[in-house]
């Protein structure tokens, strides 16, 4: 296999611009089918974005000879089914996050694409982003010498979600996407964490519904212990003024302090010996093709997975701990 042929399931909102246009800009990758229920929908989007077939029932694309790597964009609620049936076909999956509807979910797919030996990636993609990078490399040079702990907070008004929006619904109805925003949400922020901290060894957590505006939770708070000692506080919040809006990620250590966003303006706040400077990036157009050039790379057997499975069920079975 010489250059990666995807097929897009469920081209949505995600894949408008987040992540559609990239399989066509990055070397040795190709867009040459999608699939939605909406028949009328999925040509609109083939149409736009010169894709020269559309689907609409899933297994159809999974079964089309030319498609050799599938893109799994749809709610959570259908992720495991369609990567499963992906996988048993011999063909690698991109997955969205989060995993799975639920930790259980996560692992079957895990378990099959084992057994099967066919690639499996979780499309955590801010690990590859510049941004995201230098924190990392910060974190590894000791900027900030030793790390106590991390508090992150991401507080959103519910002004920020027109709850009567198609896109909106499901993400707030747990049986589509397995709890509220917060699952929408936190894997992104999880996913770094582990991926700068390694393993954890202990998760406590609360979720609870406080303004009644949707069947989901909208508050959770959250604490890690990780292996190597660090502690994290996490709180996420859906329903409060407009003016107590926060996304921030703090990382406290010995000698300063890391500070950045997670889904905001793309820049670092860096404190050393009592001095702080900001680290300013450019937006990146389509947010998910650094990581999708590492993917390609991965399904054409030149680097290891940029983001395994196993990451992904760990988030999931995070989540589940902190908002039971």
Not at 19 to 35: D, E, I, Q, R, Y
Not at 160 to 189: K, M
Not at 206 to 220: E, H, M, P, R, T
């Amino acid at each position: 296999m010489k250059q990666i042929k995807w097929g897009i399931i469920g081209c949505g909102d995600v894949a408008e611009v987040k992540s559609g246009p990239a399989f066509n800009k990055v070397p040795n990758s190709k867009l040459v089918a999608v699939m939605r229920r909406n028949a009328e929908k999925a040509k609109d989007f083939a149409l736009r974005h010169n894709v020269d077939k559309w689907y609409t029932d899933a297994q159809d694309l999974i079964d089309d000879e030319e498609v050799n790597a599938i893109y799994v964009a749809t709610p959570p609620s259908s992720h495991e089914e369609y990567t499963i049936n992906a996988l048993k076909k011999g063909k690698p999956v991109y997955v969205e996050k989060p995993m799975a509807l639920d930790t259980d979910g996560a692992r079957k797919m895990l378990e099959v694409a084992k057994e099967t030996g066919v690639k499996l990636t979780v499309a955590h993609y801010r690990r590859e982003q510049p941004m995201f990078l230098k924190v990392k490399e910060f974190l590894h040079k000791k900027a900030i010498g030793d790390i106590r702990f991390v508090n992150l907070r991401y507080w959103q008004p519910a002004s920020s979600y027109n709850l009567e929006s198609e896109g909106i619904q499901w993400r707030v109805d747990p049986t589509i996407a397995g709890g509220g925003i917060f699952h929408d949400i936190a894997p992104h922020q999880i996913d770094l964490l582990l991926y700068y901290f390694g393993k954890v060894k202990e998760i406590k957590g609360f979720s609870i519904n406080q303004a009644g505006l949707y069947k989901a939770d909208d508050l959770v708070a959250g604490q890690m212990l990780f292996e190597n000692g660090i502690i994290f506080n996490g709180s996420w919040c859906f329903t409060v003024a407009a003016s107590e809006r926060q996304d921030i990620c703090e990382i406290i250590g010995s000698k300063g302090k890391i500070a950045f966003p997670v889904f905001g303006n793309f820049e670092i706040n860096l404190t050393q010996n009592n001095k702080s400077r900001t680290i300013g990036y450019e937006k990146i157009p389509h947010v998910q093709q650094p990581m999708i050039a590492k993917v390609v790379e991965y399904f054409l057997n030149k680097i290891p997975n940029p983001c395994p499975p196993e990451d992904g069920v760990e988030v999931m079975r995070i989540m589940q701990a902190m908002s039971k």
